[in-house]
């Protein structure tokens, strides 16, 4: 079940979903308005990122940027925090979605990765990473501050269970990618993708939130 704006205002006072800062004039009929923030890390280059590779890794962590703005090209992708830090009791799951005028400007806030899984930094907010780009050529100039996406909840039938802790929890960054680091155990033996010589088993375990 899609929260209301009146259910999300609840789920605040009741502790179910923290939001910092709060501001009430952000709540919309269904969803909450998150705010753009930095740092900024700018992905480029056409080199090829080899996800068996952890040097290929650092190579792709890109460069961050820190100020009022940022500009989005068709050609690179930025990560870039929100504004606002979030939780989510287990009885929660949110879904991000770009707003409506920042779509017409050719801006998309969230490559693929949409989803923020039920019991997301709970206790401890911690902001959300878009991952921007741009689309039909456009080049657009974001300012810290600004709405650009939408956070809609639903409400879980049964409260999600599991004593790992989303991966991004605690995250206060815009941190690259680790596919390898949390989920390379998965495939770097299972002869798909060939192992780096000097590449050993990499570090960590599976954790929700990727």
Request: with cysteine; aromatic share 4%.
């Given at each position: ?105 050719g801006v ?8 923020v899984n ?83 088993r990499p ?8």
């Amino acid at each position: 079940m899609i929260l209301s704006g009146a259910e999300i205002r609840q789920a605040v006072r009741s502790g179910e979903m923290g939001i910092t800062p709060f501001d009430d004039r952000l709540v919309k009929r269904n969803s909450y308005l998150l705010r753009l923030s930095g740092p900024f890390r700018r992905l480029e280059g056409d080199e090829v990122v080899d996800t068996a590779d952890p040097e290929s890794f650092r190579r792709a962590e890109g460069t961050v940027e820190d100020g009022d703005s940022v500009v989005l090209t068709p050609d690179t992708l930025v990560l870039a925090g929100t504004h606002e830090r979030v939780g989510l009791a287990p009885s929660l799951v949110g879904l991000l979605s770009g707003i409506s005028n920042v779509a017409r400007l050719g801006v998309q806030v969230h490559a693929t990765s949409q989803l923020v899984n039920a019991g997301f930094a709970y206790g401890d907010p911690s902001p959300l990473v878009l991952e921007l780009c741009t689309v039909g050529g456009r080049r657009v100039r974001l300012y810290r501050g600004t709405p650009v996406c939408h956070l809609v909840l639903a409400r879980l039938s049964v409260p999600a269970t599991g004593s790992v802790p989303s991966a991004r929890t605690g995250q206060r960054g815009t941190d690259p990618s680790r596919l390898l680091e949390q989920f390379g155990h998965f495939y770097a033996n299972a002869g798909a993708v060939p192992r780096k010589p000097g590449a050993g088993r990499p570090p960590g375990g599976v954790g929700s939130g990727a």
